[in-house]
C-alpha cells in the first residue's frame, strides 16, 4: 500500500457525531417525532416531547435529522438544537436561542435574561415564527437545577407575551422514565413520550453493514469480521463501539499496509473503542449512580471490583440515606446499560446472596468519575 492510499471510501462516516444518510429501524420514532412538530409547521404550537432511551440508541441523531427536514421545508419553524452538557444554564441557553433566531449572538456586555427573553418573543411575533427547542442531555439541567426555569420560561412565555409560540423536545438518556420535575412545571408540561429501545443483535449488524458499505471500499471488510464486530457491540450494548471499532480496526489494518481487516486488526481496537462505551454511559448517568458506581469500584479495597450486594447497601445508606428500593433501581441500571455483573452466589442469609462486579478495570472506571461526589 502505498502512503496516499487509504481503504477508507469515506472516512466521516466513522466520526461520532456523523449523521448517517440511513437511518435504519426508527421508523416509528420518527415518524411520532414528526407528527409531533407538524403543527409548527401550520403556524401553531407543537406537541412538547420527550425522547427517552439509552445512550447510543439514535436520540441526538433522530432530533437533528427531524431539524434538518424541517429547515428544509419551511423557514416559518426556526429549531435550535442545545446540549446541555455544553449548554446547561437558562441564560445560555436563551442566548443561544437568540442567536438562531437573530443570526447573531446577543450583545455580550451583561444583557439581562429578561431582555434576551423580551427581543426573542417580539421577533417570534413580528414575523410568526415558531421556535422548537430539542435539549439534548436534559439530564444536566438536573444537576445544575436549571431545568425548571427553563422550561417554565419556555412554556409560560405566552403568557408575558400572547401569541407567541414555542414547543419543546427533550433527550434524556435514561432506561425508564425516572425523571421528575418541580409541580410547577410538572402541571405544563406533559410530554409525548417517544422511546428508544436498545437494538437487537441483528439491528446492529444492518446499521454496521450500511457503514462498511458507504464507508469503506468493497472487500475490506468481510462477513466474519462484521460478524465479530456486532457481537462485540452487542456484548457492551453501544452502537458507538461499533463504530469506533470499524474505525480504529482499518487503521490498525492500514498500518500494517494491508487491504483487508483481520480480526486481530479488531482485537487490538476494541481495548480502546470499549472505553468509549464507557466513557458516554457513565457521562449520562445521575449523580447519585455515579456515587453508587464509584462505591463499588471503591478506592482502598483490595479485592476491588467485587463486593456483596449487602455490603454496598450499607456504604450506599450511609452515604446517602437513600431507600433499598433506589439502590435496588439504581443497581438494575448499572447492570442493564452494562457497567456491573451481577451474579447470585447461592450463599447468603437468604440463601441467594449477590455478588456485583465492575465490567471495566477499575482504574479506567475511577478516571472517569468525578473527583468527589
Ligand atoms: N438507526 C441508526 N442507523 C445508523 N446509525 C445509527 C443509528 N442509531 C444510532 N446510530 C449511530 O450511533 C451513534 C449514536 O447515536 P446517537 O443518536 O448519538 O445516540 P443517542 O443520542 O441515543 O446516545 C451515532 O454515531 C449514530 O450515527
Ligand atoms: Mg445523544
Redesign the pocket.
Known amino acids: 500500500m502505498q502512503w496516499d492510499e487509504t481503504i477508507f471510501k469515506n472516512e466521516e462516516m466513522f466520526?461520532?457525531?456523523?449523521?448517517?444518510e440511513?437511518?435504519?429501524?426508527?421508523e416509528s420514532q420518527m415518524q411520532s417525532l414528526k407528527f409531533n412538530i407538524r403543527p409548527a409547521m401550520r403556524g401553531t404550537r407543537p406537541v412538547n416531547t420527550l425522547?427517552i432511551?439509552?445512550?447510543?440508541?439514535?436520540?441526538?441523531?433522530?432530533v437533528?435529522k427531524l431539524f434538518e427536514e424541517a429547515e428544509k421545508n419551511t423557514s416559518k419553524v426556526i429549531p435550535v438544537y442545545i446540549n446541555c452538557q455544553i449548554t446547561s444554564t437558562r441564560h445560555t441557553i436563551f442566548s443561544q436561542i437568540f442567536k438562531k433566531v437573530f443570526g447573531h449572538a446577543p450583545p455580550a456586555s451583561g444583557i439581562s435574561f429578561k431582555k434576551i427573553f423580551e427581543e426573542i418573543a417580539k421577533r417570534l411575533l413580528d414575523e410568526e415564527i415558531v421556535v422548537v427547542v430539542a435539549l439534548?442531555?436534559i439530564n444536566y439541567l438536573f444537576y445544575e437545577n436549571e431545568v425548571n426555569k427553563v422550561l417554565y420560561s419556555i412554556l409560560r412565555a405566552h403568557e408575558t407575551y400572547p401569541g407567541v409560540k414555542f414547543g419543546v423536545i427533550g433527550?434524556l438518556?435514561d432506561l425508564k422514565v425516572g425523571y421528575s420535575f418541580d409541580p410547577r412545571v410538572d402541571s405544563i408540561f406533559l410530554p409525548d413520550e417517544i422511546y428508544?429501545p436498545l437494538?437487537s443483535r441483528e439491528?446492529i449488524y444492518e446499521?454496521l453493514k450500511?457503514?462498511v458499505i458507504y464507508g469503506f471500499y468493497p472487500k475490506v471488510v468481510s462477513e466474519e469480521i462484521l460478524t465479530d464486530i456486532s457481537d462485540r457491540v452487542e456484548k457492551s450494548g453501544d452502537?458507538?463501539v461499533g463504530?469506533d471499532l470499524l474505525r480504529r480496526a482499518g487503521f490498525n489494518a492500514e498500518r500494517r499496509g494491508s487491504r483487508k481487516l483481520s480480526l486481530d486488526d479488531v482485537d487490538n481496537a476494541y481495548k480502546k473503542s470499549g472505553l468509549v462505551h464507557l466513557s458516554?454511559t457513565i457521562s449520562?448517568l445521575k449523580k447519585e449512580e455515579k456515587a453508587l458506581l464509584k462505591m463499588i469500584a471503591g478506592d482502598d479495597r483490595s479485592d476491588k471490583s467485587n463486593i456483596r450486594a449487602g455490603d454496598l447497601y450499607k456504604i450506599f445508606k450511609e452515604e446517602t440515606n437513600l431507600s433499598y428500593t433506589t439502590f435496588h433501581e439504581m443497581l438494575n441500571k448499572l447492570d442493564t446499560v452494562r457497567l456491573i455483573n451481577m451474579d447470585f452466589t447461592g450463599e447468603g442469609d437468604r440463601g441467594r446472596s449477590r455478588v456485583i462486579t465492575l465490567r471495566y478495570d477499575v482504574r479506567d472506571v475511577l478516571s472517569r468519575l468525578p473527583g468527589d461526589k
Not at 22 to 26: K, N, V
Open positions: 466520526e461520532l457525531d456523523y449523521i448517517p440511513g437511518f435504519i429501524h426508527r425522547c432511551g439509552p445512550p447510543a440508541t439514535g436520540k441526538t441523531t433522530a437533528l439534548d442531555d433527550i438518556s428508544f437494538y439491528e446499521i450500511n457503514r452502537l458507538r463504530i458516554y449520562s
